[in-house]
């Protein structure tokens, strides 16, 4: 068998030329006075025409086309044995009836249809993939052989449906719910098979999926591949339920028309069928939402959680790029805006085919009318869209002054402090209100603008169904039209509204959207800088060439320095953050990181506590429960953070909000503490830590800490007497460099020293001549 | 030490409160409402017109007749655009005058909260009222009430007028429609707390999201990648079941609305064409009828789309009035204070205080000379900065009384209390505005040459560098921390108190600046009375008098020298502080 070039190109051909083109070739017919016999066959024949120039070229007859040659066959041979318009409609049951035959006959060969007619429509490379899964897994050949057996069953009970439709609903109600029944058949057919296909494919080749990052459509293109089955699904019931929404016009003005005709017995019958139609179109319309909220969702989480991902694996050149507001703006709004534009895949597809089926609908009323309101609507969305837009450009200064307003607020509330103890209120009052009645007025300019297009938005197509009531009134007195037509009409002008709305809605989402996936493709493409990759040898000095300092193995070392900013580029290097030291001869930027910071752990003073229980909090990268309370209690015994613990309601299990904001700051100090002990590094380097801490605490700390790392590495930096003097060896910084080393009692003696570790005495007021010493 | 969280105001206040706001525009109020019926109104000729020229057709009239009527329908069309702009508009107008009233009357309660609600969690509370809040209040006001009142027009004028071109038909509508309220009730109750589920379950990804970002570095250097790659899926997980409990909701609550207003349609034609069959009535008033009902959809909509908005929005003007009752009554202004401090001396009287429930204080009494310099140690919650706040009139004591020259401190207000206590401590907001406005706060009166040697005194070197002087908005040219603390100080100043009571100003900041700003502090507490809340020993040694505080007592009062040379605990915390200082020492006194 051969395969055809690319699957997806084949596939919407055979959709156009066997489904799209015969059907609205019925229409189109029909709406210009043709029999619908003539209707049938025209439509039957563009695919007879389609399988014939494939043999001749081709000199081959692929199974694809064989089938549908046999299903047209069979469709127009049952077509021209009868004259009976009822069995011409239930024409496609027996289409559909042969579809559900060939698959289950199709069980008796060597491979079953579903699998022939799959591969068929694939790149030779996936082909090849799913001829070696038959060959090699019983699985796969099962579960082949079990969805044929659905497909089939499917197709039968499909025709069975059909044949019922075709002799209970109104004649001309058939064509269109025959119509929706083959596109939702089909389209849950294909789409169930692919995501079974998917399914296998990932289990048997086990490769995740990256993001598209080339450009912001690529990444969209992604979003959808990663749910194409509930995008198809969500774009067919998207244009269904649109194109439903035709319906009770339709349906209406029909009944109308025979209430005029005086039928008394199809009262009844077309309130039926107003409520079924009702009933059907609710249906849609929710089925629609759930499955446009689930792209949705899955567009925006999948989206977070890819950026956390990327996030994670950039660790310190996220923070060293200033990356972190660009993700931020992702995770709030960003992904949002991203999914919505999904959605536009639904709406936009069922925009155009709802246009047409409303165009053919008007055509067979009345060409004059048709062509006005086919050209008017999309003249009236033009004019009001754009206005719409201009919204945006006018409410600009509007939100600025709001900004401006709740900055303000939020400077008071802040500075409340300030305004109690020394006053100042009345100004901040006065300015605050100020600045509120710049708002009203941004909002009364804001406001005549909206209430302009609004009206306008609202009016003009109002305006325009008034002038087609008028047009279609003329037209029923002449008795060119019905009175169920004229109300049809009136009904179908406002219907039209919705698709074009709707497009013009998407495309400004899709816009948005192609802005913010580009901040995600391009936070996407930022690479990791540490680009280490030797593996740590252990034991050694650690060694920083620009201070010149020098930690021994199993030490514990303290740095004195008055720059703060001097300490954090030191433990940097020492890190392995940034280049600069070596550890055992080999310089720490070029470890591999994590194995790295596996070994030697850097905590800030300032580092970053997640949300979690107390427990996981402290237990960082290691597991809770392999750890037990007694370690975790142990480790904040350490930290001197027993209280922490007594603090909380639940102790261990007591909730702690990202960023410790339920705790104090001197808290949160000795739970990073306790987090970085219990990791248990064989290098621990931390940046002051006990700067937020009483004396009583620090000295508390410092013996328990300096007895829990025996034996270890440790380098703290601090200018606390009771830190230092805790130390092995103390190294003083000044300018850059490690100007005096020695214990902590030793280096008292230097001057430099001693000023630095016993600042903070006694404020100099103390000293004033007037204060009594 | 949490504050107590916020009140929200009851479900009748919130009505008066609301009744207050329409009551003070009233006449705005009706004509909004007359407009927006008006402008429903003229909407609703069309499909009548459409049910007379139906009539017409049928009695086979001739083409000017059906013209007259064509024209009535445009003309129709036309008065509702333009009594419709008119009601938006004055509808958008009122909106905004009442937002406007709103935050005005907001910002005016901000400034009377008493000071310890606003601190710890009220702050933050206090912030997403002012805000959040403020915001989707406003939002309802400007965007949802004038749809609202617009639709709720529309439907109410529908369904008069179904009811009376066909008073049968009407009724057969309205029991169609009876799920619709039944539907509404049962989603408004479940709507709100889902809602607010879901934006907690999105604000929680969002959140998790920038812990990401602005911990990046901490997850590399601790290795927490999996731990935060766990959370992310945790997040995205709970948001997931939460927006999916909405679309359940939304899932029974749509089709029963779109499927109750094809009820109605599909009854009021069954109906209505066999009454027309029977010759009850005439073709147009069937085909009328249907169209009106279909029409109710519109406003049927419009009104699903905004009552959850202004349902939450309820919620929060709710926070927004429980405001009002946290609110002290205004401050009386400097000219109506009646009592006058006559001298600088500080009298702690039996003061308690309680944050929660239980006192922090017990029974403090406490004189301060004019002049003395004295320190407050004890360990951490032994209520030294509560004591510190109510000595600067922060707060007001449960019993007891706090004076200063026989004045309560708490009764001052900040222009009176600015002159005799001032309270510094290591935060020092700056206010988003020029330099010059965020000194003045504390001296009105003062000239810029004032200011200027305020800083001076300082040492605020940095100012030299500030592009437009005193005019360099600190809004948009951020001040470092030591900067804000002069700021703060020149403040100080500038009010020129006697007494100062130091809360620790420099704890945090690293050694350098630290020492710059113990220097600035050195200029500005020349010759007044100081009270030092001291975390640090250093700062306690050469007090005039220290006192030593255990569990909101003061225990121990009295010199170092005598403090140190009994036996107390201030002389054992001591011992552990000049153990390894006593080197230092020596040589300070050499």
Known sequence: MKTPRSGPATFTGFLLIDLVIPLSSYYVLRALGASVWTALLVGAALPVLRLGVSLVLRRSVPGASLFTLGLITAGTAIGLMTADSRLLMARESYLTGFVGGWI?????????????????????????????????????????????????????????????????????????????????????????????????????????????????????????????????????????????????????????????????????????????????????????????????????????????????????????????????????????????????????????????????????????????????????????????????????????????????????????????????????????????????????????????????????????????????????????????????????????????????????????????????????????????????????????????????????????????????????????????????????????????????????????????????????????????????????????????????????????????????????????????????????????????????????????????????????????????????????????????????????????????????????????????? | MSAQALPVAESGEVRRAAWRLIRSDYAAFIVVLLTNCAAAGAGLVAPWLIGQIVNEVQAGAEVATIDRWGLLVVLAAAAQLLIGHQARRLGYRFGERTAARLREQLADRLMRIPARAVEGAGAGDLTSRATTDAALVSFALRDAAPEMVFALAQALIIIVAVVLLSPVLGLVGLVALVAIPVVLRWYLRRARSAYLAQAAAQAEVADVLAGTAAGARTVEALGLQERRAADCSAAIAAATAAQLRTLRLRSVFFPTIDASTALAVGAAFGVGGLLYLDHQLSLGTVVAVVLYLRQLTTPIDTILVWVETLQSSAASFARIEGLASSAEPARRSAEDVTVVPTNQDIVVTDVRYAYDGADVLHGVDLDVRAGEHLAVVGTSGAGKTTLGRLIAGIDRPRSGRVTVGGADVADLGPEQLRQHVVLVTQEHHVFADPLRDNLTIAAPHATDDELLEALDVLGADWFEDLPDGLDTDLGTHRLGGAQAQHVALARVLLANPHTLVLDEATALLDPRTARRTEEALAATIQGRTIIAVAHRLQTARDADRIAVMEEGCITELGHHDDLVATATSYASLWAAWSADTSQNRTDDHE
């Open chain 1, 104 to 773: 289950l006959l199709s069980l008796l060969r060597a491979r079953p249809l579903v699998f022939t007619a799959t591969v068929g429509f694939m790149p030779p490379a996936a082909a090849e993939d799913w001829h070696r899964s038959w060959e090699t897994s019983e699985t796969f050949r099962r579960a082949m052989r079990g969805m044929t057996w659905g497909f089939g069953l499917a197709f039968l009970i499909d025709a069975a449906a059909r044949v019922v439709m075709s002799y209970t609903l109104p004649l001309d109600l058939v064509p269109a719910a025959s119509a929706a029944l083959l596109a939702v058949m089909l389209a849950v057919v294909v789409q169930t098979g692919k995501a079974w296909g998917r399914r296998h494919m990932r289990q048997s080749t086990a490769s995740p999926s990256r993001p598209y990052t080339r450009g912001p459509w690529s990444y969209l293109a992604w979003l959808v591949s990663r749910q194409s089955g509930r995008v198809t699904l969500g774009a067919v019931l998207g244009s269904a339920w649109m194109v439903g929404l035709a319906l009770p016009p339709y349906v209406i003005s029909r009944a109308i028309d025979s209430l005029a005709d005086g039928q008394r017995n199809v009262v009844l019958g077309w309130t039926a069928v107003l409520l079924l139609v009702g009933g059907v179109l609710a249906g849609l319309s929710i089925w629609r939402h759930r499955t446009m909220t689930r792209v949705r969702m899955d567009a925006a989480l999948r989206t977070v959680s890819e950026v956390n991902a990327h996030g994670i694996r950039l660790g310190d050149t996220m923070t060293r790029r200033s990356l972190t507001g660009e993700v931020v703006a992702i995770g709030g709004g960003d992904a949002w805006t991203i999914g919505r534009s999904l959605t536009a895949t639904g709406p936009g597809v069922g925009a155009v085919l709802a246009y047409a089926v409303i165009a053919v609908l008007l055509l067979r009323i009345s060409v004059p009318l048709a062509v006005v309101v086919l050209a008017g609507v999309p003249v009236l969305a033009l004019v009001v869209g754009p206005a719409t837009g201009r919204l945006r450009t006018v409410g600009t200064p509007y939100r600025e002054q709001q900004g401006r307003v709740t900055g303000r607020i939020v400077d008071i509330v802040a500075g409340l402090g300030v305004l109690n103890g020394l006053g100042g209120k009345a100004v901040y009052a006065d300015r605050f209100r100020a600045e509120s009645q710049r708002l009203l007025h941004h909002g009364y300019r804001v406001g005549r603008v909206t209430s302009v297009i609004q009206a306008v938005g609202l009016g003009l197509p109002t305006l325009f169904s008034a002038v087609v009531v008028w047009l279609a009134a003329r037209l029923a007195v002449e008795g060119s039209i019905t009175v169920g037509e004229l109300v049809a009409v009136a009904g179908y002008a406002a219907v039209l509204a919705v698709p074009v709305a709707s497009f013009i809605e998407g495309a400004l989402d899709l816009s948005q959207a192609l802005v913010a996936a580009r901040r995600v493709t391009d936070f996407l493409a930022v690479r990791p800088e540490s680009t280490g990759t030797s593996v740590p040898r252990g034991r050694g000095d650690l060694v920083d060439e620009t201070t010149g300092l020098r930690i021994t193995p199993g030490s514990f070392a303290a740095v004195a320095t008055a720059q703060h900013s001097d300490a954090v580029a030191l433990v940097d290097r020492l890190g392995g953050f940034r280049p600069g030291a070596t550890w055992a001869g080999q310089p720490t930027s070029e470890l591999d990181p994590a194995q790295l910071h596996e070994q030697v752990l850097v905590a800030d003073n300032d580092a970053a506590l997640f949300a979690g229980s107390l427990a996981q909090v402290v237990a960082g990268r290691l597991d809770v429960d392999d750890l037990g309370a007694a370690a975790l209690l142990d480790a904040l015994h350490t930290a001197a953070a027993d209280d922490v613990v007594r603090g909380l309601p639940d102790g261990l299990g007591s909730g702690i909000d990202s960023g410790g904001r339920n705790l104090s700051g001197g808290q949160r100090q000795r739970v990073r503490l306790a987090r970085a002990t219990i990791a248990d590094p064989t290098i621990l380097l931390a940046v002051d830590p006990t700067s937020a801490l009483d004396a009583a605490t620090e000295a508390t700390i410092i013996d328990r800490l300096t007895r829990h790392r025996r034996g270890r590495t440790t380098l703290v930096t601090s200018t606390s007497a009771l830190v230092l003097q805790g130390a092995d060896e103390v190294h003083l910084l000044a300018d850059g460099r490690v100007v005096a080393s020695g214990s902590h009692t030793a280096l008292l003696a230097n001057p430099a020293y001693a000023a630095l570790v016993h600042r903070g005495a006694p404020p100099a007021g103390a000293h004033d001549p007037e204060v009594p010493a």
